[in-house]
C-alpha cells in the first residue's frame, strides 16, 4: 500500500477490514461446506496449526473443484464430523489416521502414497531386509495396473485378474514381516487398512491419493493474528473462511478478489453465485 499508493495502513486497519470479508465470505463458507457433505468423493487431511501458541489443527476437505480448511482445536472424529457431518456417505481417501475409519457409512480409500513413503523409510532403515521394498512393489505395480486401465492397455477383467494377484501377495507378506519392529508395525498397519487399500482398483473413477494434502500446503502461508485469545479464536475463523473461498475461487478457475470484492459490495452477506454452483 505504501510502495503502490503512498498510504500508510495500520496492522489493526488490515486485521478489520479482513474480518469485515470474513463476515462478508461466512454464507459462501458454509455454501462450500454443503458441497463438500455433498460430494461422493471428499478427501479430507490435518496438519499441526499453531492458535495464542496453543497446538491446534488446520483440517483440510477437498474435491478437484471445491476446498474447506477448518481451523480447530482437536484433532479427533468431532471436529471432522463438524465438517463432514457424521453420517458422511461418499467416499474418503484419507490418510491411515484412526478417527477417519469412525466414518462408519462411508467406503475408505487409504492414500497409496503415504503407505509408498513409509515403505520407502522402512526400507532404508532395514537395508538388509526384503520385507518392505517386496510391499512397496505391490503397491506400486497396483498404481501401475490402474494407469494401464486409464492409457487403454489392459481392460477392466484384466485390472480384476491383476487386483486378484496383487491381494495375494500382499496378504502373503503380512505373515511374514520378519523380526524387525518397524516391519511389524508397518505390517499391522497395512492389515488394519487392508479393506481401504486396493478400493480404487473396484472402482476405478477413485483417485489413490489425497488432494487434501495439497491444500493443506496451499494454507500454510500463515497463522491467525491477533491480541488475546478471543481474537487469535477469531483470527482463526477469518482464515479458515476466506482461505477456503480464495483456494476454491482458484480450483474453479475464477479470480478471488473479483469473488470477495462482489461479496464486500452486497448489502448484506449472501453467499456468492460463482461459487454456488458446482462446475
Known amino acids: 500500500m505504501r510502495d503502490w499508493f503512498g498510504l500508510t495502513v495500520r496492522p489493526s486497519a488490515v486485521t478489520h477490514a479482513l474480518h469485515r470479508a470474513a463476515r462478508h465470505a461466512a454464507p459462501t463458507?458454509?455454501?462450500?461446506?454443503?458441497?463438500?457433505?455433498?460430494?461422493?468423493?471428499?478427501?479430507?487431511?490435518?496438519?499441526?496449526?499453531?492458535?495464542?501458541?496453543?497446538?491446534?489443527?488446520?483440517?483440510?476437505?477437498?474435491?478437484?473443484?471445491?476446498?474447506?480448511?477448518?481451523i480447530q482445536a482437536g484433532?479427533?472424529?468431532?471436529?471432522?464430523?463438524?465438517?463432514?457431518?457424521?453420517?458422511?456417505?461418499?467416499?474418503?481417501v484419507r490418510d491411515g489416521w484412526a478417527p477417519?475409519?469412525?466414518?462408519?457409512?462411508?467406503?475408505?480409500?487409504?492414500?497409496?502414497?503415504?503407505?509408498?513413503?513409509?515403505?520407502?523409510?522402512?526400507?532404508?532403515?532395514?537395508?538388509?531386509?526384503?520385507?518392505?521394498?517386496?510391499?512397496?512393489?505391490?503397491?506400486?505395480?497396483?498404481?501401475?495396473?490402474?494407469?494401464?486401465?486409464?492409457?487403454?492397455?489392459?481392460?477392466?477383467?484384466?485390472?480384476?485378474?491383476?487386483?486378484?494377484?496383487?491381494?495375494?501377495?500382499?496378504?502373503?507378506?503380512?505373515?511374514t514381516p520378519g523380526l524387525g519392529p518397524d516391519c511389524q508395525r508397518f505390517a499391522k498397519h497395512l492389515t488394519t487398512e487392508l479393506p481401504a487399500l486396493f478400493g480404487f482398483l473396484f472402482d476405478l473413477s477413485l483417485?489413490?491419493?489425497?488432494?487434501?494434502?495439497?491444500?493443506g500446503d496451499q494454507a500454510r502461508g500463515g497463522q491467525s493474528q491477533g491480541v488475546g485469545r478471543e481474537s487469535f479464536a477469531r483470527g482463526a475463523q477469518t482464515q479458515e473462511i476466506l482461505t477456503s473461498v480464495i483456494q476454491t475461487a482458484r480450483l474453479r478457475d475464477l479470480q478471488p478478489r473479483d469473488i470477495l470484492v462482489d461479496l464486500l459490495h452486497a448489502p448484506t452477506p449472501v453467499p456468492s453465485s460463482p461459487l454456488s454452483r458446482l462446475q
Open 207 to 215: 483417485d489413490a491419493t489425497q488432494l487434501a494434502g495439497r491444500a
Open 100 to 175: 477417519y475409519r469412525q466414518f462408519a457409512q462411508a467406503p475408505h480409500q487409504t492414500c497409496l502414497a503415504h503407505l509408498l513413503r513409509r515403505s520407502h523409510d522402512v526400507a532404508e532403515a532395514h537395508p538388509h531386509s526384503p520385507w518392505p521394498q517386496a510391499v512397496h512393489d505391490v503397491l506400486q505395480e497396483a498404481l501401475a495396473v490402474r494407469d494401464r486401465f486409464r492409457a487403454g492397455t489392459i481392460t477392466a477383467h484384466g485390472v480384476a485378474v491383476a487386483r486378484g494377484h496383487l491381494i495375494t501377495r500382499l496378504l502373503t507378506l503380512l505373515d
Open 29 to 70: 463458507y458454509r455454501t462450500l461446506r454443503d458441497q463438500i457433505r455433498g460430494s461422493p468423493v471428499v478427501s479430507p487431511d490435518e496438519t499441526s496449526w499453531k492458535v495464542a501458541g496453543e497446538l491446534w489443527w488446520l483440517w483440510a476437505f477437498a474435491t478437484p473443484e471445491t476446498v474447506v480448511y477448518a
Open 75 to 92: 484433532r479427533g472424529f468431532p471436529e471432522a464430523a463438524a465438517v463432514l457431518g457424521a453420517d458422511y456417505a461418499g467416499v474418503l
